[in-house]
């Protein structure tokens, strides 16, 4: 299955923000416990290039790493060049999509306004990350005039408003400290109710609508 093919399937993609590497694959194993199939490392945590590789290298086979907050392509090609098979972007950056499509990768560039949004629909994104995520209004507000561009809400997600978010036409989710708090000690305690919220999370966009 192709990359893409499994971002859409799985729909959440948890964001790892300002975890230290050492601590990556720990969180990595109670999210898959929990359901989760695909991570995303920000490029603005520490050492995020060490993160992804050990991500990549320990659990690769069973989980999807991309790189998130990549603002050039040079970031683009050291994320890629580390493991990561999707560059997701706070912007629209023409040169960041194509040199994301030119190293085989998925690029989902993010997006606020119906222009934006297809501006990179135009340039050549996978996903169109809506961000902030407004509500499930706006992206079924801006489904109805663009079927045909998929698109990724983030920011301010939960296990009581994803399907929601889902049932207006979203494709997948990116969802960050709603349910990885990085400020929390990595405790046996903590992973136990990290996997319990990550499969809240993906029992959500399972139910029937």
Known sequence: MSTLSE??????????????PEHVLEVAEALYAGGIRILEV??????????????????????????GTVLDTQMVEAAVAAGARFILS?????????????????????????????????????IVKVFPATSPAYIRSIAGPFP?????????????????FKD?????????????DTTQSITRD???????????FVAAIAKPA
């Open 7 to 20: 971002i859409k399937e799985n729909g959440i993609i948890a964001i790892i923000r300002g975890l230290r």
């Open 42 to 67: 920000t490029m603005n945590s520490e050492e995020p290039l060490v993160a992804i590789k050990t991500l990549a290298g320990g659990i690769g086979d069973r989980m999807v790493i991309g790189a």
């Open 90 to 126: 706070p912007v629209v950056d023409v040169d960041v999509i194509k040199t994301t499509k030119d190293l085989d990768a998925v690029s989902i560039p993010g997006a606020f306004t119906p222009t934006e949004i297809y501006a990179a629909h135009k340039g050549g994104a996978d």
């Open 148 to 164: 045909q561009i998929p698109l990724l809400p983030s920011g301010g997600l939960t296990p009581q408003n994803i399907r929601d």
């Open 168 to 180: 207006a036409g979203a494709v997948a989710f990116g969802v960050g400290n709603t349910l990885i």
């Open 190 to 200: 903590y992973l136990a109710q990290l996997t319990d919220k990550a499969s809240q």
